[in-house]
């Protein structure tokens, strides 16, 4: 299936809406900030740092951008830091 929306940017949010019953490592809900590509990255994909705390590609449908508002972009920022 191929996902409508354009690809996210860098530095922009999305919500996991979707993964497998056994990925322990995205949780369905949270926020998570779209990473740069590296490259050879497929398009379809998206680089995400997940629950591990390492960054993985994962398929694009599995997410939805966020319009997240300058005070909680920076209020995430935080955490990541």
Do not use: N
């Not at 996902?3 to 809406?17: D, E, I, N, Q, Y």
């Not at 926020?31 to 398929?59: F, M, W």
């Amino acid at each position: 299936m191929t996902h409508t929306l354009l690809k996210p940017r860098t530095g922009s949010f999305v919500a996991c809406v979707r993964a497998t019953y056994d990925d322990v490592d995205l949780v369905v809900g949270k926020l998570y900030r779209v990473q740069k590509p590296e490259r050879g990255d497929p398009e379809e994909l998206l680089r995400i740092i997940d629950e591990s705390g390492d960054d993985y590609l994962y398929a694009i449908d599995w997410f939805e951008p966020i319009d997240v508002p300058p005070r909680v972009r920076r209020a995430l920022a935080k955490l990541g830091s």
